[in-house]
């Protein structure tokens, strides 16, 4: 059973960074395509960015294009959300989720194609 725990949710200013981590377990991280996910309050939960199972293909949600950036270490079986330049629309949960995949070009944006997911970890950004 393979298990995530985000970190690095936190209280910022608009403009301001935080660098989210989603720890894996319990599975080889390298079989598995990473995604991120958000939730606000009242909302569905809506698709950030995804990541390939090798970290060189990345898919973002427009709304996030060019402030947020996905990667990943293999080696600590973990996947990171750099994000810049917040603004308070970005306040949600933000969850991530692994999808078991033997493909370098599976990397998928819609919910239902994930097989595990994190607890998720607040991100409040104030105006």
């Known amino acids: 059973q393979v298990q995530l725990v985000e970190s690095g949710g936190g209280l910022v200013q608009t403009g301001g960074s935080l660098r989210l981590s989603c720890v894996t377990s319990g599975g080889t991280a390298s079989t598995y395509a990473m995604g991120w996910f958000r939730q606000a309050p009242g909302k569905e939960r809506e698709f950030v960015a995804a990541?390939?199972?090798?970290?060189?293909?990345?898919s973002y949600a427009d709304s996030v294009k060019s402030r947020f950036t996905i990667s990943r270490d293999n080696a600590k079986n973990t996947v990171f959300l750099q994000m810049n330049s917040l603004k308070p629309e970005d306040t949600a949960v933000y969850y991530c989720?692994?999808?078991?995949?033997?493909?370098?070009?599976?990397?998928?944006?819609?919910?239902?194609?994930?097989?595990?997911w994190g607890q998720g970890t607040q991100v409040t950004v104030s105006s």
């Open positions: 989720a692994a999808s078991y995949t033997s493909s370098r070009y599976y990397y998928p944006r819609t919910l239902r194609d994930y097989d595990y």
């Open positions: 990541i390939n199972w090798s970290g060189d293909r990345t």
